[in-house]
């Protein structure tokens, strides 16, 4: 079994940044793809950014791209998001996941094991 937990959330200004931090433990997630999401109320889950195990691959949502970062640090079995340049529609609950195999797809049926999430809310 694998617990994660978000933290790092929290209330920001358009415009600002935060980070988000994701620890894994119950066992290494240093062979597993990792993930975030988010969900924003009255929507769906959505795919956010994915790295594969290594940090080699990582993937990101259109909404995203050139704002966020993520990135991992195995050693201490811990993804980050930085999120960048934040805007309004980025608010919604960020949740980390991990994959069941090395790779890290946009994909969440990928994922097996998830948080239990963390705010995000970006004022105007």
């Known amino acids: 079994q694998v617990q994660l937990v978000e933290s790092g959330g929290g209330l920001v200004q358009e415009g600002g940044s935060l980070r988000l931090s994701c620890v894994a433990s119950?066992?290494?997630?240093?062979?597993?793809?990792m993930g975030w999401f988010r969900q924003a109320p009255g929507k769906e889950r959505e795919s956010v950014a994915t790295i594969n195990y290594n940090g080699s691959n990582k993937y990101y949502a259109d909404s995203v791209k050139g704002r966020f970062t993520i990135s991992r640090d195995n050693a201490k079995n811990t993804v980050y998001l930085q999120m960048n340049s934040l805007k309004p529609e980025d608010t919604a609950v960020y949740y980390c996941?991990?994959?069941?195999?090395?790779?890290?797809?946009?994909?969440?049926?990928?994922?097996?094991?998830w948080g239990q999430g963390t705010q995000v809310t970006v004022s105007s």
């Open positions: 996941a991990v994959a069941w195999y090395s790779g890290g797809r946009l994909d969440e049926t990928d994922y097996d094991y």
């Open positions: 119950g066992r290494s997630v240093s062979s597993n793809g």
